[in-house]
Nanobody, 116 residues
Framework: QVQFVESGGGLVQPGGSLRLSCAASGSIFSIYAVGWYRQAPGKQHESVALIISGGSTNYADSVKGRFTISRDNAKNTVYLQMNSLKPEDTAVYYC??????????WGQGTQVTVSS
């Protein structure tokens, strides 16, 4: 039902920062949790961060202390602030409900490339 459009990716050097945006086609107020996922080359989707309606957040161990997820219900937008980026963060980043539906319905995603 709700569609997501990701943006904000790009090419950065190690140690750099990016801020990703996820615009939803409908209200996210009623969605319990929204998460960011990523798919690196040759790998499956993995959960990076999630935020629930009450504001609580959770992060994968690999990004703790570096990434911050937030949401603006009035704008129907979820954000992912990524700092201290590492080459292993290179992936296509997606946003979706958490958990994502079965079968999964992914948007186009936004490419993040961390390279020197």
């Amino acid at each position: 039902q709700v569609q997501f459009v990701e943006s904000g990716g790009g090419l950065v050097q190690p140690g750099g920062s990016l801020r990703l945006s996820c615009a939803a086609s409908g209200s996210i107020f009623s969605i319990y949790a929204v998460g960011w996922y990523r798919q690196a080359p040759g790998k499956q989707h993995e959960s990076v961060a999630l935020i629930i309606s009450g504001g609580s957040t959770n992060y994968a161990d690999s990004v703790k202390g570096r990434f911050t997820i937030s949401r603006d219900n009035a704008k129907n937008t979820v954000y992912l602030q990524m700092n201290s980026l590492k080459p292993e963060d290179t992936a296509v980043y997606y946003c979706n409900t958490h958990p994502y539906p079965n079968p999964p319905l992914w948007g186009q995603g936004t490419q993040v490339t961390v390279s020197s």
